[in-house]
């Protein structure tokens, strides 16, 4: 069974730091491109960073220089680490997974965790 549950959000001061993890079960995150998206009240879901299979990264402008993807194979999870969060990071953190082959689409996400950044 396909599962991705995240863990590590909460509420922070501006400045602050958090640690997401997203820990995947029943498929490889090494194979899939991994993302981490999120979805502030009344705003659409947007991509923040994402890491491909051969361990690229890529981010939105908005988080480049404060956040970090990465991804350990051994225990099959993904992070995202986020320095000097500000208070237009609140949201809601998705974690996703996508691989595409041979026309077959796999596309899993998880039940998101919620960041808080306020005084």
């Known amino acids: 069974q396909v599962q991705l549950m995240e863990s590590g959000g909460g509420l922070v001061q501006p400045g602050g730091s958090l640690r997401l993890s997203c820990a995947a079960s029943?498929?490889?995150?090494?194979?899939?491109?991994m993302g981490w998206y999120r979805q502030a009240p009344g705003k659409q879901r947007e991509l923040v960073a994402s890491?491909?299979?051969?361990?690229?990264?890529n981010y939105a402008d908005s988080v480049k220089g404060r956040f970090t993807i990465s991804r350990d194979d051994a225990k099959n999870t993904v992070y995202l680490q986020m320095n000097s969060l500000k208070p237009e990071d609140t949201a809601v953190y998705y974690c996703?997974?996508?691989?595409?082959?041979?026309?077959?689409?796999?596309?899993?996400w998880g039940q998101g965790t919620v960041v808080t950044v306020s005084s």
């Open positions: 996703n997974a996508y691989y595409r082959i041979a026309g077959l689409v796999y596309d899993y």
């Open positions: 029943g498929f490889i995150v090494s194979l899939y491109a």
């Open positions: 890491i491909s299979s051969s361990g690229s990264a």
